[in-house]
Structure formats: C-alpha cells, structure tokens
C-alpha cells in the first residue's frame, strides 16, 4: 500500500475491530479493502502477528502499562518490520522470507514466530467480521473462473464460518462442510454431494480432491471423465454414479451405484489399475500391492435422489417425507425385508429387498412358475403418485413368494407392517398379508403369519386382524374397512408381549409368541397350499392393492410404528403428536 493515507486508513480500521468498537459501515470497509488489496491482507496478518506475539509474552497489567509508553506507530513504524510489506520498496516476495528468519530482534522485543504463525492461521479461520475468506484466502490476485456452483445445502456448517449462500460461484479451492449436506454443480456438468464432515479441494470442472470425509459424484455422459482423487486412489468415472469415502486411517472405499468407474492407486502402490461396475465396492490403502473387495453399501451415502428428498421435505411434500423416513428405515440394521416399489422401473417378476442389511439377497419373486396367472400386476399410482403398487386377485391365488432363508425365521422378536387397499367385497373370508409356514396341511402352525378375518358374511361387515406364531393367536376387535382407502397394519412381538396395531394406534394387545422356525417360503397375499384343495380354489388368499411391506428382527415402539403411519399417509401432518384413529377403519 503505497498511499500513507490508505494505510493509516487501514490501520484506524483494524484498530477499531480490534477495540471491539467498529460500526457496520467500517466492518463493511474494512471487509472490501480486504478482498481487493493483498497487501492490506498481508499487512493485517502481521498485526495479528504482533498483537498475538505481545500477548504471549506480556500479561493484560503489562500491556496496559505498555500501551502508556509505545504509540501504534512506536509498535509498528520503529523496527524491521516497516522494511517488509509495509515498505512500499519492498516485495511481497521478500516478505514471506521474513517468517523464514528465526529470533529477528525488534528492539527490545524478540519474536517467536513460527508458533505465531499457527495462532495467525486460527485467527483467520475464525474472523469475527465472518467473511467469505474462501474467497480470497487461497488467491492473491484474480479468483480465476467459477469451477463449480453450491445448487442447495441442509443444516450446512461451513468451516470458513458464515454459511455460503444457495447459487454461489466457487472458483479453484479448498472446501470444509463440518457437518451438514451440500450439493455442488460442476461445470463439466457431474453433481457432487458433500456429506460433513468432509473436506475436500475443487481443482477445476472435472476434478476435485478428496481429503476426507464422503461424497458422492453423478456424472452424466458429457462430463465422462470426472476425477476424484484421495491420498490413495484416482477415481475415473465413465458416465455413472459412484461414492468414495476417504478415512483417517488411511483407506479410501469407492461404490459403484451405477456405470462404471477406472480405479487406480497412488503413488507408491503397486496395485493395478480396474474397471469397477454397478454394484462393485473396493478399498484402497495406502501402499497396498492389491485393492481389497468390500461390501457394497450404497445406504453408506446420501445419494442425490435422498439430498432431493429432504430438501423437498422441507416444503411438507408428503412423498418426499415418506421418501426421507424411507431411507432412514432402510438403515435399521435389523431390518430383514423391505419392499416400497417407488422406483419407476422394475422388473415384472422380481422385487427389488431394499433393507440395507440384507441387501443383494431376499428378493421376492412374483407369482409362481407353474401356475399361470398367480403373478399380482403392477398398477400405477400407489399411495403416491411417484409410486406404484401391486394387485393381488384372490382368485386367482396371486403371491408374492421370498425363497426360504435362515435370514427369514424369527426366533427372538418381530414386526412386521404393511400398507393394503382391501377390496372386501371380493376377499374370501381370511386374507392372508404374510406367511412363514410349511406348504402341507391347512393346520400348520407359522413361524409367524399376519391376516385380515371377515367376521360376518354380510356386505360391509366387521373385520378383524389376526397374529399367529406357533400355538400363539392374537386378533383385534373387529373393525369396519372403509373401500377405497389405504390402511397401515402391524405387528410388533417378542416372546412376553404382541401388539396389533392399526393405523398407528395400537387396537390389540397379547401373549408373546411362540416361534417356531421352519422351511417354508414367506408369502405375501396368500397361505400356503393345501395339498389337499385343488387348483384355483380361493386359499385365503388377498384381494386388493398393497404399496410397502416391511419386516424386522425386533419388536419397533410404538412411536416408530406411528411415525410410519403419519409419514405413509397423504393426509396425515408432520407432528406426530397428530392421530386419528378413524382413518381408513371404524372400530366397534
């Protein structure tokens, strides 16, 4: 700064900041001259020095004492620090050397620097003014062109302290989410998703480095070529979506959700370079001769569809609260099956298990392979426009068959939910929703099954749930269906207590169950078959519309039964504190 005005302008500014007396426009000033000048930038790091350097060495009394005999120009205008940035004839260049001078003697006073220069870097970090200083920290002179833009953040807590604002244009630099979620724009055209806490350095549109933490990169086939790179892996993509979390401890994991990606090691390994497809998980660790195959986890990270969701959820969209609460349950590490439908594409005989832990395995197969017509059809909408639903015809014995698995008996505790649209004109007098029995006789005891009992034949009677497992029974009080609604069933049992809930509320309450493990496949929307009956014959089989059904090895609360209740429901709020216990029955 070559303008003795525009210093000592500079340091009345500091000065005020400093007494703690600074007025809104001067915090304003002091903030631009700051962004535009590195000198001043510079020069306000040296005060900082010094200021921090006194106090290190003097105590608040001496300091007073001090401030009575040494003027701000005594401090700042009478030792070898004028003959560095702060001496127009002097380049910047020369003054960095000066952190490189040990013990320099500034009259009576001789500085420690290289421990001031920690405390310096802190200060700037954590700057009362609150500053963008992502914006100018890095840089002295030009920021260079955007590399990428933040398109939307949640509970984001930056680590250059105020949050950036939603639309803001980065250019080359290092990023820290301390906690919170981020959504990144490049302009190679690939979305990232920082996931905090992370930290990580955007190098240019088709690059960013990943020092720690997680995100997820989904790169369309323009930007095909976008790197990621961590101490010990480059990650190429080929057109595809992938998540990469680089720990502490010195490994990086990469998932491939879909395409491929070109994995390689750093520097140092000699293990080889792969191609890696959907569904494919590796760990790298540093000076590793091989890389070492994982288990593929994509509820690990917050994919972009989950990012959507929750922002979405905000706005009380009810799917995207259910899609949010959704992700949440696939996370639950004793859930065994779980079945939503909400993707757009699936294949006509297969459904996809989305639990979390188990999944890659538990898929239910739809209908039977030497029955014709016992495959339920897919409808559109389900109890969301976005989601589809299947259509059980009891008479035709429609099922939805999960192949026997350990994985599927129950020996400890249990609950099961599922949401139904009943058509009880055309039901048969029990409705089977699920079954875990030994396909022989009528008189087999499940390890657990789950149904809906027509109490009187007469159009629009009473209904009733009914639990068994084992010699076991639970059933509701009966109930009347109202046509054309959805409806959340569940059970939750162990083997002191069972509970029936529905709609969120519990309406029966039991014995434990009496578990006995078996052979059999799980059927949902049928019982098994009699040997005995014939062909075709309406084996209290289920006629109606079902959208979700869930199973877990552990007896859920009642508030989670009820959260999934309200968060399933188009009509329900958000407060779960909100029930209606008339929503889709009538109890008598």
Not at 77 to 99: I, K
Request: proline share 6%; with cysteine.
């Amino acid at each position: 700064m070559t303008d003795p005005m525009a210093l000592q302008e500079l340091q009345d500014l500091i000065e005020a900041r400093r007494d703690e007396v600074v007025t809104d426009e001067q915090h304003f000033q002091l903030e631009q001259l700051l962004r535009q000048n590195a000198e001043a930038r510079r020069y306000f790091i040296h005060y900082q020095v010094l200021c921090s350097e006194l106090q290190t060495i003097y105590s608040d009394s001496d300091l007073r004492e001090l401030a009575g005999e040494l003027t701000h120009d005594t401090l700042l205008g009478n030792h070898e620090w004028q003959r560095t940035d702060c001496n127009p004839g002097v380049s910047l260049a020369s003054a960095d050397n000066y952190f490189d001078r040990p013990n320099v003697s500034h009259g009576a006073y001789r500085f420690r620097w290289v421990p001031t220069i920690s405390v310096v870097a802190g200060m700037l970090l954590m700057m009362i003014l609150g500053w963008q200083l992502t914006y100018f920290a890095f840089q002295e002179t030009d920021h260079g062109p955007p590399v990428a833009t933040l398109v939307a953040a949640m509970d984001a807590q930056w680590g250059i302290g105020n949050p950036l604002e939603i639309g803001t244009s980065l250019p080359a630099i290092p990023l820290e989410l301390k906690r919170g979620l981020a959504e990144l724009h490049f302009a190679s055209g690939a979305s990232v998703v920082l996931q905090g806490p992370v930290e990580c350095v955007l190098e240019s549109p088709s690059h960013v480095t990943l020092q720690r933490g997680r995100i997820t990169a989904k790169v369309p086939l323009e930007a095909v070529g976008f790197t990621v790179r961590t101490e010990q892996a480059t990650i190429v993509d080929l057109g595809t979506e992938f998540g990469v979390n680089s720990a502490g401890s010195g490994t990086t994991d990469v998932h491939v959700f879909r395409g491929q990606v070109a994995l390689g090691a750093s520097q140092g390994s000699t293990a080889d370079h792969q191609l890696l497809g959907e569904g494919v998980a590796k760990r790298v660790v540093v000076g590793s001769a091989q890389f070492e195959s994982i288990r593929s986890d994509e509820l690990a990270f917050v994919r972009p569809r989950e990012f959507e969701a929750r922002v979405k959820a905000l706005s009380n969209s009810p799917y995207h609260r259910w899609l949010v609460a959704s992700y949440q349950l696939r996370r639950e590490p004793a859930l065994v099956l779980y079945y939503t439908w909400d993707s757009p594409v699936e294949d006509q005989k297969h459904v996809t298990n989305r639990a979390g832990a188990t999944a890659g395995k538990l898929d239910g197969l739809l209908g039977s392979d030497t029955e014709p017509n016992t495959c339920p059809q897919w409808v559109s909408p389900g109890r969301w426009p976005q989601q589809r639903s299947l259509r059980f015809d009891a008479s035709r014995q429609q099922v939805l068959r999960v192949p026997h698995s350990n994985e599927l008996n129950i020996t400890q505790a249990v609950t099961i939910a599922v949401w139904i649209r009943p058509n009880t004109a055309l039901m048969p007098a029990t409705a089977t929703l699920a079954s875990k029995c030994i396909e022989s006789s009528s008189d087999a005891r499940p390890n657990y099954e789950l149904a809906l009992v027509r109490g009187t034949d007469e159009p629009g009677g009473l209904h009733t749930i009914r639990f068994r497992a084992g010699s076991k029974t639970l059933t509701t009080p009966g109930m009347r269906i109202v046509p054309g609604q959805w409806m959340h069933v569940a059970i939750t049992s162990n083997g002191s207590n069972s509970i029936l809930y529905v709609n969120g509320q519990p309406v029966a309450n039991g014995d434990g169950a009496d578990f006995i493990p078996n052979q059999g496949d799980l059927l949902i929307g049928t019982a098994p078959q009699d040997p005995q009956q014939p062909i075709g014959t309406k084996n209290e089989s289920f006629e109606g519309l079902v959208s979700e059904f869930m199973l877990a090895r552990r007896m859920m609360s009642e508030k989670e039964i009820r959260a999934m209740w309200m968060t399933g429901t188009p009509e329900s709020k958000i407060d779960l504190a909100e029930t209606s216990a008339d929503k889709g029955w009538d109890p008598k």
